[in-house]
Nanobody, 119 residues
Framework: QVQLVESGGGLVQAGGSLRLSCAAS????MGWFRQAPGKEREFVAT????????DYADSVKGRFTISRDNAENTVYLQMNSLKPEDTAVYFC????????????????WGQGTQVTVSS
């Protein structure tokens, strides 16, 4: 059974940084998504299963970086220059094949971690 465990969320002031981690029970293509109250889940970033390719939502491009440590089967989301509109529950997700920006293509999900950015 695939397990994904996120950590690293918290409260930060606007302009600050956080790093989220997602420990997986194997090697997968991974994605980060987020969901703010009253809004649909949205794509944030995705990385291929060997880490050679990544994609980002326009709203986070240049501020967030997705990376992975394949020896530890852990994926990271480094979030810099955080804005109040980045406030959401962040979820990591895994799939067996290529990376994807589409939530419905991910069969495995973590429990989510709250990120709150104060103004």
């Amino acid at each position: 059974q695939v397990q994904l465990v996120e950590s690293g969320g918290g409260l930060v002031q606007a302009g600050g940084s956080l790093r989220l981690s997602c420990a997986a029970s194997g090697r997968f293509a991974m994605g980060w998504f987020r969901q703010a109250p009253g809004k649909e889940r949205e794509f944030v970033a995705t990385i291929s299963n060997f880490g050679g390719n990544a994609d980002y939502a326009d709203s986070v491009k240049g501020r967030f970086t997705i990376s992975r440590d394949n020896a530890e089967n852990t994926v990271y989301l480094q979030m810099n220059s955080l804005k109040p509109e980045d406030t959401a529950v962040y979820f990591c997700a895994a799939r067996l094949n290529t990376r994807s920006t589409l939530a419905f293509e991910y069969p495995y999900w973590g429990q989510g971690t709250q990120v709150t950015v104060s103004s």
